[in-house]
């Protein structure tokens, strides 16, 4: 089965602080995914990466940035972490498309940051 | 732009009974649809998906959903809900056809009473 993993579950930050959270998956991905749920609003995508290094924006990369250094992970960086930014964020993994028996998303847990 | 619209936010059944949960979407063509099951404290997972071909897929859990073309719609079903179903359900679309750049609705919470 495929793993997906978050360094934390739950997360409390100052306003102003750097912030990391970190994501691993264990089948060898091409993709991975950083998204933000917040209720009414459904998941939102933040960033996607298609390759080691390799970056594309998402619908609200506003105030993120990631990393992408090695195939396995994938990090997603506050730079200066405020309080609009407490929310559930959630990793997914995809396998290249010819990898692929399906085309689902395999998501992490979740980490739960709160921003005071 | 593509759009996900799950038109209930909130949805309570009593066990047993059956179960339809809808989404709509918006898009010229036909997109992958996906519906995806959050259990509280959990990450999502896949319940079924339609590509193509056969529009009534069956997933896990006992799930099904119906691909409507004329209603832009992919509702899911359950004809007898278990207190284990109890979850928050989204519906999902992807236009991208590679790098699964989806677009989720808001989710549809359920609750199941005894």
């Known amino acids: 089965d495929v793993k997906v993993t978050q360094s934390s579950r739950y997360l409390v930050k100052r306003t102003g602080e750097k912030v990391f959270l970190e994501c691993v998956q264990d089948?060898?991905?091409?993709?991975m995914f950083w998204y933000r749920q917040d209720p009414g609003l459904g998941l939102r995508l933040i960033y996607f990466s298609y390759d080691v290094k390799m970056k594309e924006k998402g619908d609200i990369p506003e105030g993120y940035s990631v990393s992408r250094e090695k195939k396995e992970r994938f990090s997603l960086i506050l730079e200066s972490a405020s309080t609009n930014q407490t929310s559930m964020y959630l990793c997914a993994s995809l396998p290249a498309i010819q990898e692929r028996t399906g085309d689902e998303q395999y998501f992490g847990p979740g980490t739960r940051l709160t921003v005071t | 732009a593509q759009s996900v619209t799950q038109p209930d936010i909130h949805i309570t059944v009593s066990e047993g009974a059956s179960l339809e949960l809808r989404c709509n979407y918006s898009?010229?063509?036909?997109?992958?649809l996906f519906w995806y099951v959050q259990s509280p404290g959990q990450g999502l997972q896949l319940l079924l998906k339609?590509?193509?071909?056969?529009?009534l897929v069956q997933g896990i859990k006992g799930f099904e959903a119906e691909f409507k073309r004329s209603q832009s719609s992919f509702n899911l079903r359950k004809p007898s809900v278990h207190w284990s179903d109890a979850a928050e359900y989204f519906c999902?679309?992807?236009?991208?056809?590679?790098?699964?750049?989806?677009?989720f609705g808001i989710g549809t919470k359920l609750q199941v009473i005894p």
């Open positions: 339609y590509f193509s071909g056969d529009t």
């Open positions: 898009y010229g063509a036909t997109p992958y």
């Open positions: 999902a679309v992807d236009i991208s056809g590679g790098y699964q750049k989806v677009t």
């Open positions: 089948m060898d991905h091409e993709n």
